[in-house]
């Protein structure tokens, strides 16, 4: 996890680019949250307070705030490894969104980054999805949800008395989850599938 998580940073500095984890769904065209800025971040709240992700990032290439990025990585990569059972919030720290916040902080030439507010790329926080997966599933994983799946794959919530695809409980959840993303005009969700974690993917569709 701490390669996968370093890499990212020298890619968005030698080539640029857009980078995003493989569970974030696209809903619509990201390039108007781009085309004004050198640099994307995308806030893990309504303010800076909260930081921001490393999950969806956006870059001209050789910008100097990857430089400042890759410096302090290699600092960080200097830090022993922590006790068994800690290995998440050891990742948060090293390469992770606690690490990435931390530079931005740090770093004094803000001119060219935008901060992205989370309604756009982040319009569900980690619990935020939890609840709504639970609420969804509800507590047995056969009973179909409310989420309606055309032929064409369009999710979308049915009128009363019209059929309903039940999926794997996974998918129910990930319908609902993008559904109410685009109801709120997100441009993109962030599905928490928590593929680099101790544990593994917690949806083994992905």
């Not at 909260?50 to 960080?76: C, D, I, T």
């Not at 830090?79 to 919030?89: C, E, F, Q, T």
């Not at 996974?170 to 962030?190: D, K, L, M, Q, V």
Request: with cysteine; hydrophobic share 40%; net charge neutral.
């Amino acid at each position: 996890a701490r390669s996968t998580g370093s890499i990212r940073y020298y890619i968005l500095l030698k080539f640029g680019g857009v980078y995003a984890d493989l569970d974030y769904e696209l809903l619509k065209d990201i390039s108007p949250l781009l085309c004004d800025s050198a640099v994307a971040l995308s806030l893990r709240g309504d303010s800076e307070e909260y930081g921001v992700q490393n999950s969806f990032m956006a870059s001209v290439p050789g910008h100097p705030f990857w430089r400042a990025v890759v410096s302090e990585l290699k600092l960080r990569a200097q830090m022993p490894l922590p006790p068994k059972g800690s290995h998440g919030d050891f990742i948060m720290i090293t390469t992770g969104p606690t690490f990435l916040t931390d530079v931005l902080r740090e770093y004094k030439h803000r001119d060219g980054i935008a901060l992205l507010r989370s309604h756009h790329l982040f319009p569900l926080n980690f619990e935020e999805y939890e609840k709504l997966s639970t609420k969804v599933l509800g507590s047995a994983e056969s009973e179909p949800s409310n989420i309606k799946v055309s032929a064409g794959g369009e999710v979308g919530f049915p009128e009363k008395g019209q059929r309903v695809q039940v999926l794997p409980a996974c998918e129910r959840a990930a319908a609902a989850a993008s559904e109410f993303a685009r109801r709120n005009g997100a441009t993109a969700i962030h599905h928490f599938i928590g593929a680099w974690t101790a544990e593994g993917p917690r949806c083994s569709h992905y």
